[in-house]
């Protein structure tokens, strides 16, 4: 993936990182900057676009909601101001979950590995959301088979894949198997605006688990 005039320098690292270990040291380093950069460089949109779906079909505020790469706490302060307060943050950067964590919005957070297999039992959340974290060099498709196994039945997965991530991933593969398999069926699947400034775009999804 080029870069161009209209993505700042650091996105691209993140998205050309050789492992999960450089990943981290950039996030390390960018995190006190990272919503500045995203959403007034970028203008990031990812963490509006998911809360909105996801609370158009997610009523109960009692919900127990996992945001699955919470990074700074974006979308926990979209559902914290909708009264939803049972909420889980995880995220692969320490930096990140420190920043998530003056917040006060989540009733946890946990420094967790997506790419791994997840440490919490099946049929827990009522609905998992993932913004800005399906990316390139960030976690692959193979994570939603685990998110949809912590998912209660009738519960909610709501996420974002980044144009290139998608294009270069066997997304559809993964999503069409979930189908296939009755492990959950689709609400909403559509091509939004992801990063304004940069004219960049993603897959906004809605699924249902079975």
Same mark, same amino acid.
């Given at each position: ?28 380093? @960018? ?8 959403? $007034? ?18 009523? /109960? ?28 943050? *995880? ?6 979950? $420190?920043?998530?964590?003056?917040? $006060? *919005? ?5 420094? *967790? ?12 959340? /009522? ?38 991530? @998608? ?9 069409? /198997?979930?189908? /296939?398999?009755?492990? @959950? ?9 992801? $990063? ?15």
């Amino acid at each position: 993936m080029k870069n161009t005039k209209r993505m700042i320098s650091t996105i691209y690292d993140t998205l050309h990182a050789a492992d999960l270990v450089e990943l981290e040291h950039i996030y390390k380093n @960018w995190a006190k900057k990272y919503e500045d950069d995203v959403i $007034n460089l970028a203008g990031y949109v990812g963490h509006l676009i998911t809360s909105e779906l996801l609370l158009s079909y997610l009523k /109960d505020t009692q919900a127990k909601i996992l945001d699955a790469g919470c990074g700074t706490g974006l979308v926990g302060e979209i559902l914290n101001n909708n009264e939803f307060k049972n909420l889980i943050g *995880v995220d692969f950067s320490q930096e990140m979950l $420190n920043i998530a964590m003056q917040k $006060n *919005v989540y009733q946890s957070l946990e420094l *967790v590995d997506l790419t791994k297999k997840l440490d919490y039992e099946d049929n827990l959340f /009522d609905a998992v959301i993932c913004a800005g974290t399906f990316t390139c060099g960030h976690v692959g498709p193979e994570a939603l088979r685990e998110m949809v196994r912590i998912i209660k039945q009738g519960g909610y997965i709501c996420f974002t894949v980044r144009k290139q991530e @998608w294009e270069a991933s066997p997304y559809m593969q993964i999503i069409n /198997d979930l189908e /296939d398999t009755q492990a @959950w069926q689709k609400l909403e699947h559509t091509t939004k605006k992801y $990063n304004l400034k940069e004219g960049v775009s993603c897959q906004l999804c809605l699924y249902q688990v079975n």
